[in-house]
């Protein structure tokens, strides 16, 4: 690690150095390196830029929606399935508890409203076709 950091300043210097080097000679001669190439860098630096001002962040914004947009589906999915299977695992306790469950036997009489209850129910299971009303 520390042969790797030492060579890396010997580079900064080096490259420095050199740079010092080339605009003491631009300077004391007059000429400037590159001088052709600098208007076209520049205009081409200036559209880099202002792709990264403007679209880089139009894209993130866009980016992020989309990931917003996936991440909510699979939350939506992920309660569907949680819903699903809570009314399983409630289903299935309900008919545990139906066949370990004793109903016990009287000879008495239901009530009248209980009586009018159970005929409610016949004439549901009777006019329903899709059979929602489930009977015991």
């Given at each position: 690690?520390?042969?790797?950091?030492?060579?890396?300043?010997?580079?900064?210097?080096?490259?420095?150095?050199?740079?010092?080097?080339?605009?003491?000679?631009?300077?004391?001669?007059?000429?400037?390196v590159?001088?052709?190439?600098?208007?076209?860098?520049?205009?081409?630096?200036?559209?880099?830029?202002?792709?990264?001002?403007?679209?880089?962040?139009?894209?993130a914004?866009?980016?992020?929606?989309?990931?917003?947009?996936?991440?909510?589906?699979?939350?939506?999915?992920?309660?569907?399935?949680?819903?699903?299977?809570?009314?399983r695992?409630?289903?299935?306790?309900?008919?545990?508890?139906?066949?370990?469950?004793?109903?016990?036997?009287?000879?008495?009489?239901?009530?009248?409203?209980?009586?009018?209850?159970?005929?409610?129910?016949?004439?549901?299971?009777?006019?329903?076709?899709?059979?929602?009303?489930?009977?015991?």
């Amino acid at each position: 690690m520390t042969l790797f950091l030492i060579a890396v300043l010997a580079v900064s210097i080096a490259g420095m150095t050199s740079l010092l080097v080339l605009k003491r000679w631009e300077l004391t001669t007059g000429h400037i390196v590159g001088g052709r190439a600098r208007p076209a860098l520049g205009a081409f630096m200036y559209r880099m830029l202002a792709w990264v001002e403007h679209v880089l962040p139009g894209l993130a914004r866009e980016w992020a929606a989309h990931a917003l947009r996936l991440m909510r589906a699979a939350l939506h999915r992920l309660a569907a399935l949680l819903v699903v299977f809570a009314e399983r695992t409630l289903e299935k306790t309900l008919g545990l508890l139906r066949r370990t469950t004793q109903v016990p036997q009287s000879d008495s009489q239901a009530s009248a409203f209980l009586r009018e209850v159970s005929a409610h129910k016949k004439q549901l299971l009777k006019s329903s076709r899709k059979r929602a009303i489930y009977e015991e």
